[in-house]
């Protein structure tokens, strides 16, 4: 069984300011995937950022990178420069690759709010 | 353009009246699933599945159905909508499960009321 816990409800940033999002997961799987969801008032969720478990490098996407600490179980999500955009609900994510692969575990959920 | 739809969008409805929620992909997807969203409990997976005829169970799965007899398309059911199943719900694909295959991608969403 997979777990996945933000212990943040809700951040607040200024513009062009960084704020990082914590996140924390507990499984059993070796081989996993984790995940940051973006979900603007629109409700569409937006993949933000994807990471492979075996993979030691962390993920980036523009101004979007990640801390992957694989023995603490922590997946934090950085985003540099923040913009209005990103005002959004965040949420991270993960993935069993192997037999109990299917489920999509999410936490749940932290606002954030850049302010101007 | 490559997408997931859902309809309807919104709904509100009436306790026991039978109701199903499409979700349909055009990006040739395996994988697909559905999810109901509540405040403070993130995203819940209802029940997915692997391929045509092949669905299992997510989390909470009490009182509903899905089928997949295509491979485009996969409705969720409520045989008998309750107060409780008032939620957002969420479709999803994705290629498959392995390596690179498993990114999720999101339909719109369905804001469903049941009164």
């Known amino acids: 069984a997979q777990t996945v816990t933000q212990s943040q409800p809700e951040m607040s940033v200024q513009e062009a300011e960084t704020v990082t999002l914590s996140c924390t997961y507990d499984t059993s799987e070796s081989n996993y995937y984790l995940f940051w969801y973006k979900q603007p008032p629109s409700r569409q969720m937006i993949l933000v950022i994807r990471q492979e478990a075996y993979k030691q490098q962390n993920a980036t996407e523009n101004r979007f990178s990640v801390n992957f600490q694989k023995a603490a179980k922590s997946f934090s999500l950085k985003i540099s420069d923040s913009q209005l955009g990103d005002t959004a609900m965040y949420f991270c994510?993960?993935?069993?690759?192997?037999?109990?692969?299917?489920?999509?575990?999410f936490g749940q959920g932290t606002i954030l709010t850049v302010h101007p | 353009e490559a997408q997931v739809t859902q309809n309807p969008r919104y709904l509100i409805t009436v306790t026991g009246k039978k109701l199903t929620v499409t979700c349909s992909q055009n990006m040739n997807h395996e994988y697909m699933s559905w999810y109901r969203q509540d405040p403070g409990l993130g995203l819940r997976q209802i029940y997915y599945s692997m391929n045509v005829e092949v669905t299992d169970k997510g989390d909470v799965p009490e009182g509903y159905k899905v089928s997949r007899k295509e491979k485009r398309n996969f409705p969720l059911i409520l045989e008998s909508p309750s107060p409780n199943q008032t939620s957002l719900y969420f479709c999803a694909s994705s290629w498959g499960l392995a390596g690179g295959r498993n990114t999720q991608y999101f339909g719109p969403g369905t804001r469903l009321t049941v009164l």
């Open positions: 994510a993960s993935v069993a690759g192997g037999t109990s692969y299917g489920k999509l575990t």
